[in-house]
């Protein structure tokens, strides 16, 4: 069983950056796609970005585009999230997770982290 466990948020004001860091275990991420989602409070968990195995095509929801970054080392087994110029309406529990068929949909993903909190202020 794969168990993702992720670390890497806090607070920041806007303008500011953080790394996430997603990091797995009881198993290797290498032939699994790799996602990023968040949930703020109130509303439903959305995709932010997903790198395919072998670190190909990664793809960001428009919101994030130019400034989140993700990449994933499969050395360390660990997939990251580089986030840049944040925004206040980026405050949210971030979650990783790893799928066969991983794509912009959560159900395409079998293993989840637990979440970490990023809260950016204005």
């Known amino acids: 069983q794969v168990t993702m466990v992720e670390s890497g948020g806090g607070t920041v004001q806007a303008g500011g950056s953080l790394r996430l860091s997603c990091a797995a275990s009881g198993g290797t991420l290498t032939w699994y796609n790799l996602g990023w989602f968040r949930q703020a409070p109130g509303k439903e968990r959305e995709f932010v970005a997903h790198?395919?195995?072998?670190?190909?095509?990664?793809y960001y929801v428009a919101a994030v585009k130019g400034r989140f970054t993700i990449s994933r080392d499969d050395a360390e087994n660990t997939v990251y999230l580089q986030m840049s110029s944040l925004k206040p309406e980026d405050t949210a529990v971030y979650y990783c997770a790893a799928g066969r068929l991983g794509g912009v949909a959560a159900n395409q993903y079998e293993h989840w982290g637990q979440g970490t909190q990023v809260t950016v202020s204005s």
């Open positions: 790198i395919r195995w072998g670190g190909f095509n990664p």
